[in-house]
Structures are given as C-alpha cells and as structure tokens.
Nanobody, 120 residues
Framework: VQLQASGGGLVQPGGSLRLSCAAS????????IGWFRQAPGKEREGVSC????????DYADSVKGRFTISRDNAKNTAYLQMNSLKPEDTAVYYC??????????????WGQGTLVTVSS
C-alpha cells in the first residue's frame, strides 16, 4: 500500500493549492482516504477524510470551509483543494488509507509527503 502526495509549493496567504494523492499497486476504490499534515515541531494531525463508498467527507475544524477533499476512482487519485490558505497551514502534507481526525494516528505506510509553505 503506497500513496504518493504531490502538488505542494509556496503560496501567499489567501492563495490556493490543490494536492493530489496517487495510488500505486492497488486501487483506491475500496479505501477511505485521509489527508494529514505535520508542521515543524508538531505532531501529525488529520485534516480531512473521504469515505470509500458514499463519498462522505469530514474535516478538522481548522480547515473546515477552506479545504475540500475529493476522489476520482477512475484516475485512482484523491485530491485536497486548499483555499484561503493561512501561514498556519504550512506543513508537510500526507495522504493515507486512513481516516483519523482528532484521534491518535496509527499507520505504518506513510509515503513521501508534499511540502506546503504559506508565506508572503
């Protein structure tokens, strides 16, 4: 099970980015997908999740109304649209076949994350 996050970069406060999460070696159809982030000196936290079957989504309070998670099973890819970015959104972002918002994270298959830097 390996997921590769991409699409990060440097963006000014108030800007937008869309992250992609691509699966290799398996199909995403049967898995819930979660986006996580880890800021320097902080623990990894869950920011968003989308279910496998009916597309039900969930968000951390800190990103609610600004981030949108989606998935395209035909492309075997999930996305995180991030709008109205703030400096506190700066972190390495990861995706995983796991939903864990506001709870301890237990996962052994972290792929390479993508760095998002929000700065003027």
């Amino acid at each position: 099970v390996q997921l590769q996050a991409s699409g990060g970069g440097l963006v000014q406060p108030g800007g937008s980015l869309r992250l992609s999460c691509a699966a290799s070696g398996f199909t995403l159809d049967y898995y819930a997908i979660g986006w996580f982030r880890q800021a320097p000196g902080k623990e990894r936290e869950g920011v968003s999740c989308i279910s496998s079957s009916d597309g039900v989504t969930d968000y951390a309070d800190s990103v609610k109304g600004r981030f949108t998670i989606s998935r395209d099973n035909a492309k075997n890819t999930a996305y995180l649209q991030m709008n109205s970015l703030k400096p506190e959104d700066t972190a390495v972002y990861y995706c995983a076949t796991l939903c864990a918002i506001g709870v301890p994270i237990e996962y052994d298959y972290w792929g390479q994350g993508t760095l998002v830097t929000v700065s003027s």
